[in-house]
T-cell receptor, first 113, second 112 residues
Framework: AQTVTQSQPEMSVQEAETVTLSCTYD???????LFWYKQPPSRQMILVIR????KQQNATENRFSVNFQKAAKSFSLKISDSQLGDTAMYFC??????????WGAGTKLIIKP | DGGITQSPKYLFRKEGQNVTLSCEQN?????MYWYRQDPGQGLRLIYY???????QKGDIAEGYSVSREKKESFPLTVTSAQKNPTAFYLC???????????FGPGTRLLVL
């Protein structure tokens, strides 16, 4: 069975610093998608970034980028120039061949002023 | 404004009572989903629907039921058979199954 592991329950950094959130997954599939979602205190789940496994180039969305290491089954999220509004729970998710999302337990990120 | 709405924001259930959570979308999406979120855990899929009049069980469907009579609506009923219903419930939709999912604001269900 596919699993997604986020080993950092909580992290905190100063505003404007760069922070990296870790995610590892386990699968025997070769074609899949990986996602990072953000859940701020409002609890609305927001899609941050998506990576297609067949693409070698790491996805980037403004201040958010990923480091996708397919062989190591690692998918970390880097947030540059962190802002107070980045404070949230961050979830890593894997989409399997049945199109279902498998979710990690989340990392609570606190940006300190 | 296009989006997904869920109501109510908070819901209280008495023992032995069925309650229904509402989810509506005006994004013209075919697929809709219900997830349960518990503290310290990732989201778990309860039910999903690929198209009107169709729905499939997810990983934790026991004690829940759904209907999909209209494209825009996918209500979730938490039945008395669900012994531990206290959780945060999230509804999502996508253009079709396998595409990016967009989420509603959620409903918090508490047991009295």
């Amino acid at each position: 069975a596919q699993t997604v592991t986020q080993s950092q329950p909580e992290m905190s950094v100063q505003e404007a610093e760069t922070v990296t959130l870790s995610c590892t997954y386990d699968t025997s599939e070769s074609n899949y998608y990986l996602f990072w979602y953000k859940q701020p205190p409002s609890r609305q789940m927001i899609l941050v970034i998506r990576q297609e496994a067949y693409k070698q180039q790491n996805a980037t969305e403004n201040r958010f980028s990923v480091n996708f290491q397919k062989a190591a089954k690692s998918f970390s999220l880097k947030i540059s120039d962190s802002q107070l509004g980045d404070t949230a729970m961050y979830f890593c998710a894997f989409r399997d061949s049945n199109y279902q999302l498998i979710w990690g337990a989340g990392t609570k990120l606190i940006i300190k002023p | 404004d296009g989006g997904i709405t869920q109501s109510p924001k908070y819901l209280f259930r008495k023992e032995g009572q069925n309650v229904t959570l509402s989810c509506e979308q005006n994004l013209n999406h075919d697929a809709m989903y219900w997830y349960r979120q518990d503290p310290g855990q990732g989201l778990r899929l309860i039910y999903y629907s690929q198209i009107v009049n169709d729905f499939q069980k997810g990983d934790i469907a026991e004690g829940y039921s759904v209907s999909r009579e209209k494209k825009e609506s996918f209500p979730l009923t938490v039945t008395s058979a669900q012994k531990n219903p206290t959780a945060f419930y999230l509804c999502a939709s996508s253009i079709e199954v396998g595409r990016d999912q967009y989420f509603g604001p959620g409903t918090r269900l508490l047991v009295l």
